[in-house]
Nanobody
Framework: QVQLVESGGGLVQAGGSLRLSCAAS????????MGWYRQAPGKQRDVVAD???????NYVDSVKGRYTISRDNAKNTVYLQMNSLKAEDTGVYYC????????????????WGQGTQVTVSS
């Protein structure tokens, strides 16, 4: 079994910073892309940033220059450094990873963390 566990959310004032972490564990054979999604109240879950296995990154326009995604392949962990936070960054942040689970003959799967709340007060 594979699981993703997130940490680092919380309440912060506008202009502040937070760092999210997401660690994958279990029967992991390999990990391709990892990413962070945000679900604001009453809205759908949308991608914020993602990072390939080689380190290539993509960001949604609204966070470019403020967020930095990174990963530590040795620790199977992805991070999201969020700076200059704004009220509109508020939401539940979910990590996602494409992981090869080597049990049961092996298969690629799309895995999600449980979500961590980020609240930015204006």
């Amino acid at each position: 079994q594979v699981q993703l566990v997130e940490s680092g959310g919380g309440l912060v004032q506008a202009g502040g910073s937070l760092r999210l972490s997401c660690a994958a564990s279990g029967t992991i054979g390999s990990i391709k892309a990892m990413g962070w999604y945000r679900q604001a109240p009453g809205k759908q879950r949308d991608v914020v940033a993602d990072i390939g296995s080689g380190g290539s990154t993509n960001y949604v326009d609204s966070v470019k220059g403020r967020y930095t995604i990174s990963r530590d392949n040795a620790k199977n962990t992805v991070y999201l450094q969020m700076n200059s936070l704004k009220a509109e960054d508020t939401g539940v942040y979910y990590c996602n990873a494409k992981i090869y689970d080597y049990t049961g003959g092996g298969a690629w799967g799309d895995y999600w963390g449980q979500g961590t709340q980020v609240t930015v007060s204006s």
